[in-house]
């Protein structure tokens, strides 16, 4: 269904509403982390539901970046100001957990709303992320993604390389990236965001099937402990060290890498790792015909490729408001869940489509005929059943980890430390982090 069908379908239904009751509506409060066109998208999924009825009214407000959004809202619940709804990313998912009495397990809303929800309708690699330790659902999916390649096929074509063959190990990574240098097609064979972290380091684990740490990734309990300074994401570090020193590689700089698309878009870098739903932005800034790839992984590595993991963010639901708002709540999250409003969400952010029944839709609408590779994401983070290693990960304070491999990585490609020595050193600081988390949550 196209956004026109839905919009009419919404107007249709608001006028034949709109006398139904004199009242003025109930507002929703939803907090999120979306700006740009992101954030207008958003903005008119609020607005599209509102005109379907007149009871309720859901008010979208941008509260910063994620990690902005996450601090304002613990301050806002101490000061009694919390929303009702607010969009906190997948690292956040274990701080917002122990949040004990702030929270409204979406399970529980919308049993006790009556309202029609199956979380087996969600794709298991999503759920998965978002469930307590008996399978219920925590926070609703709403914008996750999972990180893919983008390559340029005129950079491809004038290194001699074939634009429909992008490289899909590591090995070729680097012979093709110095090929394409080599050749003074680009400057660099490739760039990424998110390099000692979430592509760099937690996807490159789930697809190489290493561990991040004990207890299932965090999932087991609050007792877990850092292992991801393994033999396998040393070598890599150490590799990205070599190959930014020979030009293969490009440091985008730390957290999303803020240079990194923009060397992409120049045509400085010929290939480029982010998020699936950076699709739209990396179409709409470049001048060259864009291919899409998976994510490299080590062939000589038992069991790669695994599977990659998600990122993006959810809806967590706040205590203390009444149970009429709730009710409005209930009926919203419902109204996000269809598959015809998720199909859309996917289809024009590149976010992945969380319910079986928006992937099969989108299919039906012949959406991924017209748009090569924009399955590419679906099918990689499917390539095979999650394992302990490859379904996610559940830290406290994770944000504050991030930072620190940030700092580390870094250290490596400054060449005061190796690999190895890096994340050895980022685990025995992570472990720290995690050992406050869990005395101040027991």
């Known amino acids: 269904m196209s956004r026109f069908t839905l919009r009419a379908l919404s107007a249709g239904i608001a006028a034949a509403t709109l006398s139904v009751s004199a009242q003025a509506a109930t507002e929703i409060t939803w907090w999120h982390s ?51 709804i607010v ?35 969600y794709l298991p690699v999503v759920t998965g992320y978002y469930t307590d330790t008996d399978g219920n659902l925590l926070s609703l999916p709403f914008n996750s993604s999972t990180p893919i390649l983008y390559y340029n096929k005129d950079a491809f ?4 390389l074939d634009p429909q063959a992008p490289p899909t190990t590591w090995a070729e990574m680097g012979e093709m990236g110095q090929q394409i240098v080599d050749e003074g097609a680009a400057s ?38 850092f292992e991801f300074n393994g033999e396998v994401q040393a070598r890599f570090w150490d590799q990205l060290k070599e190959w930014n020193d ?32 950076s699709r739209a932005d990396v179409l709409a800034n470049s001048d060259f015909e864009v291919g899409f790839g998976m994510l490299p992984y080590y062939d000589d590595v038992d069991g790669a490729p695994q599977n990659s993991i998600i990122g993006g963010a959810t809806l967590w639901v706040l205590s203390g408001h009444d149970e009429d708002e709730y009710a409005g709540v209930a009926e919203f999250l419902e109204y996000l869940s269809l598959p015809e409003v998720q199909a859309e969400w996917h289809q024009e952010t590149g976010y992945l489509p969380i319910t079986t029944a ?8 012949g959406y991924y005929d017209e748009n090569p590779g924009a399955d590419i994401a679906i099918e990689q983070i499917n390539l095979n059943e999650p394992t302990e290693n490859s379904k996610g990960l559940r830290f406290g304070n994770y944000p504050q980890v991030r930072m620190v491999l940030d700092e580390e990585f870094q250290a490596v490609l400054a060449g005061s430390k190796s690999g190895q020595q890096a994340l050895d050193d980022a685990v025995r600081r992570g472990n720290e982090i995690l050992r406050d988390f869990e005395s101040a949550n027991n």
């Open 87 to 121: 969009q906190i990313y997948e690292v956040g998912t274990g701080t917002m957990m122990a949040a004990r009495g702030a929270i409204y397990p979406v399970y529980e809303l919308m049993e006790a709303h009556g309202n029609t929800f199956n979380p087996d309708d």
């Open 188 to 225: 660099c064979g490739f760039t990424m965001a998110y390099a000692a972290n979430w592509i760099g380091l937690e996807n490159f684990s789930a697809l190489h099937n290493q561990p991040i740490g004990t207890e299932e990734n965090g999932f087991g309990g609050l007792d877990t402990e």
């Open 246 to 277: 020979s030009g293969v590689y490009s440091y985008g700089g730390p957290a999303n890498g803020p240079d990194a698309a923009p060397s992409f878009y120049s045509g400085d870098c010929a290939m480029y790792m982010n998020s699936s739903a």
């Open 34 to 84: 979306m700006g740009g066109e992101l954030g207008e998208r958003l903005s008119e999924l609020a607005s599209d539901f509102n005109a379907t009825q007149d009871e309720y009214r859901v008010n979208p407000s941008y509260r910063g970046e994620y990690e902005a959004t996450m601090v304002n809202t613990i301050a806002a619940f101490r000061a009694g100001q919390q929303p009702h």
């Open 157 to 160: 074509e004038a290194a001699g």
């Open 358 to 365: 928006a992937y099969e839709l989108s299919q039906e609408q």
